[in-house]
């Protein structure tokens, strides 16, 4: 890891943890008032009010910001995020949606029936767990007319309507942002409001969200209406912020990839593309959480891209693909058919993010391929069938990552080495089909990772088994393949004699194929092929991250 990227990193984690160790619990010599915001990227503290309104609190309250752009009262739900933020166990929870409940967004809208069940399981659920629901009506858009530069119409004004009727029947604390917010705008009028809008990648303003000249106009309007409709509030909300021009987290970042539109870019590749080439130092992407539709190509002259997905956040940040190399079926050569990422350029790093490959078992279907050197990855999940993970050329290091398929689903030349990982096996087939070259002394190495298998076959017309689909821990692509388990857990899933020579005696006197110390069902060393070794304790002090990289430290 760069040092410039560690002491970010370093940074982002100490925040996280001073939060998580802030709300643990009412301690006795910690009795600050907890408060989380909920809601879309209106409300999130890059896009939207919420780290101008943090600054209006004193020491003794605390904000956790969950938000998340692109989200709908009904999305944010099915998603989990309001059972996770429940279990903050805040005092106070600040309730806005609206903008993604609207009309002409798949999956997020609902209709205005819905809408008001929504937001009533939102007060409804945060008092039976003991917490105060504070309802805020959304931010308005900027939709200014074309006649009037100082009259906005907005369409947001029905939903506002909503929220305040289910306030005013069930006696919930109001903060009126939209008309306030509104009654702001329409004095500055459309020029006077482009100081805290976004410019979109066409160069056009944005009229949603806000830039950080914004957090603060918008963030004491909900300070000072919060400090109105709950007094017990007042002596921790201060009349003037702690910091006038409030630096949110993903301003660190050299972009930031956001699906609804309040980051940099809306596409992965378009992040990719707008990066500088020939870099010598990381160029780091921050990843919102989001499902980014298909192929990805980070080129050769485009190293050290980083991209980041938020922590805890790897199952809902995912690049995906649905296509294998026999489609789209066409005369016109396509570079990397069937293929969802491709990684050309060296130094590549990516956390907290899923690759996945939809096609199904319908043959080669890659999640992700790896040519470039000294790659990383970490806290990923690389999901597929067939060929799930082409780890391909040059060095690579995963580390707690989850990686799963049926055939062959690891697969290429590379040097990589799996630390801790979960090697998931569907319906049986093989792990791996290292294509090693043969003057490589390493190939692929698992180190300390845990080995698992589907317990049924698909096949639901077949008898059940006595046993879970069994896999191959290898074949060999290439004669000289190279494939080590070190200290793994495997299940009993993997086939007693443990590795394949691919219909090819002659593989077996080429192919390098070891273990050591393995445990667990699938591992008993006296069933194993007679032509795979054993290593013995000197051989296998060998098997470092240090020594199997040399002059690289991922």
Not at 261 to 287: D, E, F, N, Y
Not at 298 to 304: G, N, V
Not at 411 to 439: L, Q
């Amino acid at each position: 890891m760069r040092p410039a990227f560690l002491l970010r990193s370093l940074v982002i984690v100490a925040a996280s943890l001073a939060c998580a160790v802030l709300f643990a619990g009412k301690v006795a010599n910690n009795p600050k008032i907890r408060i989380v915001l909920v809601g879309d990227s209106t409300v999130t503290d890059n896009a939207g009010w919420g780290a101008g309104f943090a600054q209006f609190l004193t020491e003794d309250a605390v904000c956790v910001n969950t938000a998340r752009g692109g989200r709908s009262s009904m999305s944010f739900i099915k998603e989990g995020r309001w059972e996770n933020a429940l279990a903050l166990k805040a005092d106070y929870y600040l309730v806005q949606f609206g903008h993604n409940d609207e009309p002409g967004k798949p999956g997020r809208s609902t209709t205005m029936e819905e809408y008001r069940a929504y937001m009533n399981q939102y007060v409804d659920e945060a008092r039976a767990a003991g917490a105060t629901p504070v309802l805020v009506t959304s931010l308005v858009r900027r939709q200014f007319g074309k006649k009037d530069p100082h009259k906005i119409n907005s369409s947001l004004n029905v939903r506002a309507e909503v929220v305040r009727d289910i306030a005013r029947q069930k006696n919930v604390p109001l903060v009126e942002l939209h008309d306030l917010s509104k009654a702001l705008c329409e004095k500055l009028g459309r020029e006077g409001c482009l100081v805290f809008s976004p410019k979109k990648e066409n160069g056009a303003y944005d009229g949603t969200h806000l830039n950080a000249e914004g957090y603060i106009p918008f963030g004491r309007i909900v300070a000072n209406e919060l400090k109105r409709v709950v007094p017990a509030l007042a002596p921790f909300i201060r009349d003037e912020p702690k910091n006038a021009k409030p630096v949110a987290r993903e301003s660190r970042y050299d972009a930031v990839v956001a699906f609804d539109g309040s980051g940099t870019h809306t596409t992965i590749q378009a992040a990719i593309a707008a990066a500088p080439s020939g870099a010598s130092k990381p160029h780091v992407i921050l990843v919102k959480p989001a499902v980014y539709q298909g192929q990805v190509i980070i080129p050769r002259d485009k190293p050290f891209i980083h991209l980041i997905g938020e922590p805890g956040e790897t199952k809902a940040t995912v690049i995906t693909y649905g296509l294998n190399v026999y489609e789209p079926k066409t005369d016109e050569k396509i570079p990397h058919k069937g293929t969802g990422v491709v990684v050309l350029a060296d130094d590549f790093r990516a956390e907290n993010i899923t690759f996945e490959n939809t096609a199904g078992d319908r043959g080669q279907a890659l999640a992700l391929r790896v040519d470039g050197d000294r790659a990383v990855f970490e806290n990923c999940r690389m999901l597929g069938w067939q060929d799930t993970l082409m780890a391909n050329k040059g060095r690579q290091y995963y580390k707690n990552c989850h990686v799963e398929g049926r055939v062959d689903f690891i697969y290429g030349g590379a040097t990589a080495v799996f630390d801790g990982c979960v090697i998931h096996s569907k319906n049986g087939g093989y792990v791996t089909a290292a294509s090693t070259p043969r003057e490589a002394r390493f190939g692929y190495v698992f180190l300390r990772c845990k080995l698992t298998g589907d317990p049924a076959p698909w096949d639901a017309g077949k008898p059940p088994p006595k046993k879970p689909p069994q896999a191959f821990l290898g074949r060999p692509w290439r004669p000289h393949a190279h494939v080590a388990f070190i200290e793994c857990e495997l299940g009993g899933h993997i086939k007693p004699e443990g590795w394949n020579n691919w219909r090819k005696e002659e593989n077996e006197k080429t192919a390098r194929y070891f273990e050591y110390k393995n445990t667990g069902p699938g591992a008993d060393p006296a069933a194993r092929a007679a032509w795979s070794r054993q290593l013995t304790d000197g051989e296998a002090k060998l098997y470092t991250v240090e020594n199997i990289f040399g002059d690289w430290r991922p």
